[in-house]
């Protein structure tokens, strides 16, 4: 039966050139090798070395076996490479769910600057509304989510990111983009672009109008915060809506202004509870919470273009 070092060593005396060589690459001695090529010739019946003076030429059966066997160190060079490229969270695959709002262009661009480190790496994203986002966290079919908070879902374990604000966004042109900061004040003679009732966002937004008592005209509800935008920039009236998609529109048609009170827009890493954390993933998280917290350090993201977030 064939030994995986006889035929390491006769792959390495045929690449180096002789014993001596062959026997330093292998670390270890001359005779070793040359019983381990003995060994070889004998179990395949064939002869593989030819003393020509002081060197051993390799014959044609040889040359030809070296063919075959070269074959099958390449494919093992590869699975090696695979493996070091794993290890080192270099290239593998990486499934990520995320609610809209990040989905709209903040997290697509740190996946690209992602693939750009990690050439070896594929990855799929899925977006949906967060408690979809916790199920596919929870059933192991996603890696990691981004979810708005509170996250309440069985199987799953959150981890904090910072706090982002809220921002206004008015038509561009409009009265009120002359004004740095917006308050509830500035928005009781404007309809106004709801977000739907089941979204946090909408909540607090209520409340805080509701303290300042100011009331809002409003024709137009809408769940997702890309519609809310859209509508603004269509005229609909003026909104209040996650940065993410905020900075998104900013320059399109929509001017994207600071609000005070603050309303806090909460974001969280979802896990699924007791699973492994791939190194892929754990480095992947530390771009995106390193981009949340420049969002949340920031003073203003309405200075910004459209998609003048920071990436990592």
């Known amino acids: 039966m064939l030994n995986p070092r006889q035929i390491e060593a006769f792959r390495t005396v045929i690449v180096t050139g002789g014993i001596t060589s062959a026997a330093r690459a292998l670390h270890i001695s001359q005779p070793a090798v040359t ?39 390449v494919g093992l060079d590869r699975i090696e490479s695979a493996a070091r490229q794993l290890r080192e969270g270099e290239a593998g695959r990486l499934r990520i769910a995320a609610l809209p709002t990040f989905n709209v262009g903040f997290l697509p661009r740190i996946v690209g600057a992602f693939l750009k480190e990690k050439p070896g790496l594929e990855v799929s994203i899925y977006g949906s509304i967060s408690s ?11 890696d990691v989510g981004f979810a708005q908070s509170p996250l309440d879902f069985p199987n799953i374990e959150v981890e904090a990111m910072a706090p982002v604000p809220g921002l206004a966004v008015i038509p ?18 404007d309809p106004f672009v709801l977000l739907e009732q ?45 940065p993410f998609t905020a900075a998104e529109y900013h320059g399109r ?13 909460d974001v969280g890493v979802v896990w699924g509870a007791g699973r492994l954390r791939s190194t892929l993933a754990l480095g992947f998280v530390q771009k995106v919470k390193a981009a949340v917290e420049a969002m949340a350090d920031r003073d203003a993201i309405a200075a910004e273009p459209s998609g003048g977030l920071p990436v990592p």
């Not at 561009?172 to 009781?188: M, N, S």
């Not at 909408?202 to 100011?214: E, G, K, P, S």
Request: glycine content about 6%; overall charge positive.
């Open 35 to 73: 019983r381990l090529i003995h060994d070889l010739q004998y179990a395949l019946g064939l002869t593989l070395f030819e003393r020509r003076g002081t060197r051993l030429v390799p014959t044609n059966e040889a040359l030809s076996l070296y063919r075959e066997v070269e074959r099958q160190f």
């Open 132 to 142: 979809q986002v916790m199920e596919w966290v929870a059933s192991g079919f996603c």
């Open 172 to 189: 561009e042109g409009h009265r009120l983009a002359g004004k740095e900061v917006l308050e509830p004040q500035d928005f009781a003679d």
């Open 198 to 242: 089941s979204t946090p966002m909408r909540y607090y937004t209520d409340a805080v109008f509701a303290a300042a008592r100011i009331s809002r005209r409003s024709r137009v509800e809408t769940p997702l915060s890309m519609i809310a935008c859209s509508l603004v920039a269509a005229g609909a009236g003026l909104s209040i809506v996650d």
């Open 253 to 265: 048609g929509v001017v994207a202004r600071r609000f005070r009170p603050s309303i806090h827009y």
